[in-house]
């Protein structure tokens, strides 16, 4: 997905099939449940930027529990790809969400503020300078920031094989994903070299969150 010649079609599939993967792989309702919903409130809109945004299904789907729960919030999901914004552009309009395409530190420079920043799957994708001014801009874009991501490992790597072999032929997600647990870290590595306020929290043996912003234990 990264290379900005991949076959457009196969990639449109694989925004389109995101929300079936990260609802069965990403952890992020029991996230939901245990960090964010705490944050909301029945009359202030919660703000919070999704970063990375990709297809968009992440920020719906927070915004979509936190309406079915009766708690008020606003997702700005932010994506510099073209690609992905033409995307969500095209999907019917989502409630509580607004498209963007700036950078985290575009906004920041903008002035922008958020209660919390959100992002799945993106850590695996930056160098350690970027995963530095990720870290940077999110402290200072929200108190409070969930980078959620996988744990390397061959456990991880086989077993998602295997799921997703007979499934996912028109898109990218079987080879995006096999190529993103190579490249993904482990709690322990992150530790050693995330700044003081961060932590790299175990969420099973397959994914972890980056936090800042709420308590160690």
Request: aromatic share 8%.
């Amino acid at each position: 997905m990264d290379d900005p010649d991949c076959d457009p079609h196969r990639l449109e599939r694989t925004y389109a099939e995101f929300p079936v993967i990260n609802a069965v792989f990403s952890g992020w309702a029991r996230t939901y449940r245990r960090f964010v919903r705490p944050m909301l409130s029945t009359t202030a809109p919660t703000r919070v930027l999704d970063i990375g945004s990709g297809g968009g299904d992440l920020a719906r789907a927070l915004a979509g529990w936190a309406r079915r729960d009766g708690l008020r919030m606003r997702v700005v999901a932010s994506d510099p790809d073209p690609r992905a914004l033409a995307y969500v552009r095209n999907l019917p309009p989502a409630e509580g969400v607004d498209y963007r395409d700036e950078l985290s530190s575009d906004l920041l420079a903008a002035g922008e503020r958020f209660d919390l920043v959100v992002s799945n799957h993106v850590v695996h994708h930056l160098d350690a300078p970027q995963l530095a001014d990720l870290l940077h801009d999110s402290e200072r874009l929200a108190p409070v920031s969930l980078h959620a991501d996988i744990t390397r490992g061959r456990l991880a790597y086989a077993g998602f094989g295997m799921l997703t072999w007979p499934f996912f032929r028109d898109s990218l997600i079987r080879e995006d994903g096999l190529g993103s647990i190579r490249r993904s870290h482990r709690p322990a590595e992150l530790e050693r070299v995330i700044p003081e306020g961060w932590s790299a929290l175990p969420q099973g043996p397959f994914r972890y969150l980056l936090a800042h912003g709420i308590p160690r234990g």
